[in-house]
């Protein structure tokens, strides 16, 4: 797997169990080069870690609180026991109150595929604030020469003016639906890196959103096949050939691509104010690119 940053756990086993540790709390994140958001993370980053697993582990993850307010984890897209699935107004799993912990503990039986983590608790405000992390169940021995994850994510953040890029720490407001930044990975384009491969092979891209808005992602050069939908192996009738395909919150896609036409090609979300940068000429947001010769 490659996320953002190589920011990824893989757990570590003890007495048949995979542990894992996440921690809530306030972060300082760097999108642009000079330009940082004051959000809430995990792991000292937005978005949090991303956690790998394997069909048939049974896995221990401890979430400390360390926000100023209550917290939970969702598991999103995941069949697990209803007192670990995080939906705490309605489901017998309980908040975490600040300064304590939660051991979720389930067997992972979905199919390899990508899913996501997120609060459930003051949702609209924990969400946009930044409280969210991918879960890919990856098989132990995938034959794919490129596996990557790409989480989409967008930020209104205060006391900035539209049409400018200004350096400094900037605030998120959780409750506007002003967007004015656009990641992937938590960062912006120019300061996102490449998908690199190299001719020949076979690339899956992990795509997920989160947020408010969808986001029609588009790769320039190439088609690709839709593997999985939500974590689901799609039968064969319905991998059709594509060159975008639209997420809505909460959705994942995993796609393959055949490196078969050597260049840098863009990969951006298709909706024009989300590849800018507050509003400014040039590209920015989400945007990155499949990059082999």
């Not at 000079?34 to 896995?59: A, C, K």
């Amino acid at each position: 797997m490659t996320t953002g940053e190589e920011n990824q756990l893989f757990g570590v086993k003890k007495n048949g169990r995979k542990h894992f540790e996440l921690i809530a709390e306030p972060v300082q994140q760097e999108i642009l080069e000079g330009v940082f958001i004051e959000g809430w993370g995990y792991n000292g980053s937005i978005p949090g870690p991303t956690l790998v697993v394997n069909p048939g582990d049974e896995v221990n993850i401890r979430v400390y609180n360390n926000l100023p307010e209550s917290t939970s984890v969702h598991w999103h897209g995941l069949d697990i026991p209803e007192k670990v699935d995080g939906g705490i107004s309605v489901q017998p799993s309980p908040p975490i109150e600040p300064g304590d912990y939660y051991d979720y503990q389930f067997t992972i039986i979905n199919a390899p595929g990508a899913h996501l983590y997120h609060t459930h608790y003051n949702s609209m405000k924990q969400q946009m604030m930044g409280l969210v992390g991918g879960l890919i169940i990856k098989e132990e021995n995938d034959p794919i020469d490129h596996d990557y994850f790409l989480l989409l994510q967008e930020f209104a953040l205060k006391d900035v003016e539209h049409g400018s890029v200004e350096k400094g720490s900037f605030q998120v407001d959780p409750h506007s639906h002003a967007f004015n930044y656009f990641t992937i990975n938590g960062r912006c384009f120019p300061n996102i890196p490449s998908l690199e491969t190299t001719k020949g092979d076979t690339v899956r891209i992990r795509l997920a959103s989160i947020g408010h808005s969808p986001h029609p992602m588009h790769l320039h050069g190439h088609q690709f096949e839709i593997e999985n939908q939500d974590g689901n192996p799609l039968p064969e009738a319905m991998k059709m050939q594509r060159n975008s395909i639209t997420l809505s919150p909460g959705e994942t896609f995993d796609i393959l691509v055949k490196t078969n036409n050597p260049g840098n090609w863009p990969l951006h979300c298709h909706t024009p104010h989300h590849m800018a940068n507050n509003g400014t000429e040039g590209h920015g947001g989400m945007m990155t690119s499949l990059d082999y010769k």
